[in-house]
């Protein structure tokens, strides 16, 4: 028998069917090699994960005793911020900021950090505004979450201990170390006083600045038959002014903040009338540097003669950087003057953001280990504004070098800087005006503070602030 013949449609199909066959295995192949290829390639890689923002927390007095500061300090904050984001932020993420208010109270001020650490999950603080403040908040709270402070007003002496800080503190202002010898130098030498009374707020800031002062002055020679320690919280300091003036001074050194600063002068006129022993001429800290404080005191309620008084203050020296930030800070605030301490608060802010660029991270403790590298020389000079620039500079592995608002911000071992100081008074407008400048460069160290300082070179660099510097206005 003959085989039977499939017939001829069914013998196409199958031919038909064995090319689609092919052709999808062609295709799978295909696919293959491009998953392959992509795989090698890495297109299929996780992408990678965007750096973390820099937390940072302010903490400044918005209220309390040194409300006069706070706010205005804070804006310099502010303009940092925006700076730095507007020019690419830190590690290509922008900046978020926290605000909190110390109060000028150690309580708040622990209250806010804990908040700022652990609700906010900060990587750093700008803060506190007072040492009293700063040192339980360092101790107990900043240093045991990892995370560094850089206070722009906090100038305790007490504060340079990394026993204290753990290392996790550093400050922009220079301590009262310095501060006070340069009141004890001005008193004695040119003023030509022999016997001064101290009268200061119950604080490490208060405390602190009062000894160096007393230390100072009575190693040049004079005398400080008594110091009155005040409580700021008083509401009348008629006792503590008749114990003040009970031995007789020539004039009274006052460490304060404006909070207690209006109730103690306030008192001291009210009683000047019947006291004639207390017309002796006052010389206020930095604490007591602000305008708005002086209008008070010029103020037919309280009618202080402010011209009479004058005041020391750790300052920015003259130039065209600081000159560069005040036309900075004008623009991004509608016109407003920086007050005391703007600038320190702005340069903490770029030294952090410094910090953690350099480490590539924003971990606390990362940010602490490169502060210190990025405040002084070598690499290239950073001025307000040129955040650009230390982008370029460091993503190219180089070093950058602050030179901020406040000056050379160099900071030592203990997180501690240096700088230069000014004699300030009022003159007939009832404005504060530079009296003399004394520069860092004629401020002894640290190990000579025992010892007689300045001489003739202080003197000759008062004559010439007299005649060259006076007409500043801060």
């Given at each position: 028998?003959?085989?039977?013949?499939?017939?001829?449609?069914e013998?196409?199909?199958?031919?038909?069917?064995s090319?689609?066959?092919?052709?999808?295995?062609?295709v799978?192949?295909?696919?293959?090699?491009?998953?392959?290829?992509?795989?090698f390639?890495?297109?299929?890689?996780?992408?990678?994960?965007?750096?973390?923002q820099?937390?940072l927390g302010?903490l400044l007095?918005?209220?309390?005793a040194l409300?006069?500061?706070g706010?205005?300090?804070?804006?310099?904050?502010k303009?940092?911020?925006?700076?730095?984001?507007?020019?690419?932020?830190?590690?290509?993420?922008?900046?978020?900021?926290?605000v909190?208010?110390?109060q000028?109270d150690?309580t708040?001020?622990?209250?806010?950090?804990t908040?700022?650490?652990?609700?906010?999950h900060?990587?750093?603080?700008?803060?506190?505004?007072?040492?009293?403040?700063?040192?339980?908040?360092v101790?107990s709270v900043?240093?045991?979450?990892?995370?560094?402070m850089v206070?722009?007003?906090?100038?305790?002496?007490a504060?340079?201990?990394?026993?204290?800080t753990?290392?996790y503190?550093?400050?922009?202002?220079?301590s009262d170390?310095?501060?006070?010898v340069?009141?004890?130098?001005?008193?004695?030498?040119?003023?030509?006083?022999?016997?001064v009374?101290?009268?200061?707020?119950?604080?490490?800031y208060?405390r602190?600045?009062a000894?160096v002062?007393?230390s100072?002055?009575?190693?040049?020679?004079?005398?400080v038959?008594?110091?009155?320690?005040?409580?700021?919280?008083?509401?009348?300091?008629d006792?503590?002014?008749?114990?003040l003036?009970?031995?007789?001074?020539?004039?009274?050194y006052f460490?304060?903040?404006?909070?207690?600063?209006?109730?103690?002068?306030s008192?001291?006129?009210?009683?000047l009338?019947?006291?004639?022993g207390?017309?002796?001429?006052?010389?206020?800290?930095?604490?007591?540097?602000?305008q708005a404080?002086?209008?008070?005191l010029h103020?037919?309620s309280?009618?202080?003669?402010?011209?009479?008084?004058?005041?020391t203050?750790?300052?920015?020296?003259?130039?065209?950087?600081?000159?560069s930030f005040?036309?900075?800070?004008?623009?991004n605030n509608?016109?407003?003057t920086?007050?005391?301490?703007a600038?320190?608060t702005?340069d903490?802010?770029?030294?952090?953001?410094?910090a953690a660029?350099?480490?590539?991270?924003v971990?606390g403790?990362?940010i602490r280990?490169q502060l210190?590298?990025?405040?002084?020389?070598?690499?290239?000079?950073?001025k307000p504004?040129?955040?650009?620039?230390a982008?370029a500079?460091?993503?190219?592995?180089?070093?950058v070098?602050?030179?901020?608002?406040?000056?050379?911000?160099?900071?030592d071992?203990?997180?501690?800087v240096?700088?230069?100081?000014?004699?300030?008074?009022?003159?007939?407008?009832?404005?504060?005006?530079?009296v003399?400048?004394i520069?860092?460069?004629?401020?002894?160290?640290?190990a000579?503070?025992?010892?007689?300082a300045?001489g003739?070179?202080?003197?000759?660099?008062?004559?010439?602030?007299?005649?060259?510097?006076?007409?500043?206005?801060?």
């Open positions: 028998m003959e085989e039977e013949k499939a017939p001829s449609g013998m196409r199909k199958a031919g038909s069917g090319k689609v066959l092919w052709a999808v295995i062609a799978l192949i295909v696919i293959v090699i491009v998953v392959l290829a992509a795989a390639a890495g297109l299929f890689s996780p992408a990678a994960a965007p750096k973390p820099l937390r302010v007095s918005q209220t309390g409300s006069q500061y706010p205005g300090d804070t804006k310099g904050a303009l940092a911020v925006d700076q730095i984001n507007l020019a690419g932020g830190v590690l290509g993420q922008p900046i978020i900021l926290f909190e208010d110390d000028t150690a708040a001020t622990v209250a806010a950090a908040k700022l650490i652990s609700v906010n900060v990587n750093a603080i700008v803060g506190a505004q007072f040492s009293g403040g700063s040192i339980p908040t101790s900043a240093k045991k979450a990892f995370v560094p206070s722009p007003s906090a100038t305790s002496p504060l340079s201990n990394l026993s204290l753990g290392g503190f550093f400050r922009t202002a220079p170390a310095l501060q006070g340069v009141a004890a130098d001005y008193l004695f030498m040119n003023l030509s006083y022999r016997y009374n101290i009268i200061a707020r119950d604080d490490s208060g602190g600045l000894g002062v007393n100072k002055f009575t190693a040049l020679g004079g005398h038959n008594t110091t009155v320690i005040i409580d700021p919280t008083h509401t009348n300091f006792t503590d002014l008749t114990t003036f009970s031995t007789n001074p020539q004039a009274v460490v304060g903040f404006p909070g207690e600063g209006i109730v103690v002068m008192n001291w006129q009210a009683g009338s019947s006291n004639t207390w017309d002796r001429p006052w010389i206020f800290s930095e604490g007591l540097k602000s404080f002086i209008d008070q103020d037919p309280v009618n202080v003669d402010v011209t009479k008084i004058l005041g203050a750790p300052v920015s020296p003259f130039g065209a950087i600081y000159d005040v036309a900075q800070y004008k623009a509608s016109g407003q920086p007050v005391l301490y600038d320190y702005y903490a802010v770029y030294l952090i953001a410094l660029q350099k480490a590539g991270s971990n403790t990362a280990d210190r590298t990025v405040s002084e020389a070598p690499g290239t000079v950073i504004g040129q955040w650009a620039t982008l500079a460091l993503g190219a592995g180089g070093d070098n602050w030179e901020g608002a406040a000056g050379s911000e160099d900071f071992a203990n997180g501690d240096r700088g230069s100081y000014e004699v300030w008074g009022v003159n007939s407008t009832f404005k504060i005006v530079r003399a400048f520069p860092d460069s004629s401020i002894p160290t640290v000579a503070l025992a010892a007689p300045f003739s070179t202080f003197a000759t660099q008062y004559l010439w602030a007299q005649t060259v510097g006076a007409s500043r206005r801060f």
